[in-house]
């Protein structure tokens, strides 16, 4: 039987409110057995909260869903200095599993780089005091966060969505990061991700959806759930010709040790 771990759901956004329970039962079918849930703005924390905090401890029959706390980049605009405040607090209250999701998106031009630069800094910070590790979400800026995280030195965490060069994925390595993966792996264009799938150490690869977005090839168009995470990992196993058992068994204690989540 498989366990595997969704390292990244956006499992408390709108999109799955109708199915919720559907798609959890799907997962427990599927191996996935643990689903960390990182909340991206100030506004929507309360939502992640009493899904991961609250709702699920009932529960019999579903994954166990692990709550991370942060500041998502792409929401820059709507982030202010008051929020790092109830972020240190809420931390300190609820003992996330990771600070995440936070980052830098210098792709999307609109985005005011020097506000994400300050706030994904702050929340680096907050990471270290909490001795907690990161869950990040970079585009087009590894130079400038690799250099934050050198400044800070964190315990590690997950560089979510991979898909920089193998150079900044071994910088990232270095610093104690694992690489995470998702339905992109599984399209056949996808070859500058699948050579990187092929290069990088199965000890550091770690399996996510980032459902409801980036769906994988066979359900490409749809809606992205945590129910199809196997098809990631079919998808590395057959890009590192290792066994699925095999990628399923380290990806997973790869997990639960990058996040120290109990077995
Ligand atoms: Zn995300």
Redesign the pocket.
């Known amino acids: 039987m498989l366990r595997l771990i969704d390292t ?3 499992l408390d956004f709108a999109a799955f409110n109708a199915d919720r329970d559907r798609v959890l039962e799907e997962c427990i079918y599927n191996g996935v057995v643990d689903i960390v849930v ?1 909340a ?1 703005t100030q506004a929507s924390w309360q939502q992640t909260i009493d899904l991961c905090c609250y709702d699920s401890k009932a529960k019999n029959g579903q994954p166990n869903l692990y709550l991370a706390l942060g500041l ?1 980049p792409i929401f820059i605009e709507q982030h202010q200095p008051q929020h790092l405040l109830e972020l240190d607090q809420l931390v300190t209250k609820l003992k996330p599993k990771a600070i ?2 936070i980052g830098l998106d210098f792709y999307l031009r609109e985005l005011d780089q020097d506000k994400q630069q300050a706030f994904f800094d702050k929340q680096l910070i907050i990471a270290k005091q909490h001795r907690l590790p990161a ?1 990040i ?1 970079v585009r087009k800026a590894h130079d400038q966060c690799v250099l934050a995280l050198n400044d800070v030195k964190l315990r590690g965490g997950i560089i ?2 991979f898909n920089g060069s193998i150079q900044h994925a071994f910088k990232y390595i270095d610093l104690g990061f694992k690489l995470g993966f998702g339905g992109m792996v599984t399209f056949d264009r996808s070859s500058k991700l699948k050579k990187l799938v092929e290069q990088i150490p199965l000890d550091s690869i770690v399996l ?1 959806t ?1 459902a409801p ?1 980036l769906s994988p090839e066979r359900h490409r168009g749809e809606r992205n759930s945590p129910e199809y995470l196997p098809l990631v990992l079919d998808a590395v196993a057959k890009i590192k010709q290792i066994p699925r058992e095999v990628v399923a068994e380290t990806t997973t204690a790869n997990a639960r040790d990058v996040l120290n989540l109990p077995s």
């Open positions: 990244h759901c956006h990182p991206v998502h995440g999701e869950i979400h979510h969505n996510e980032d977005d």
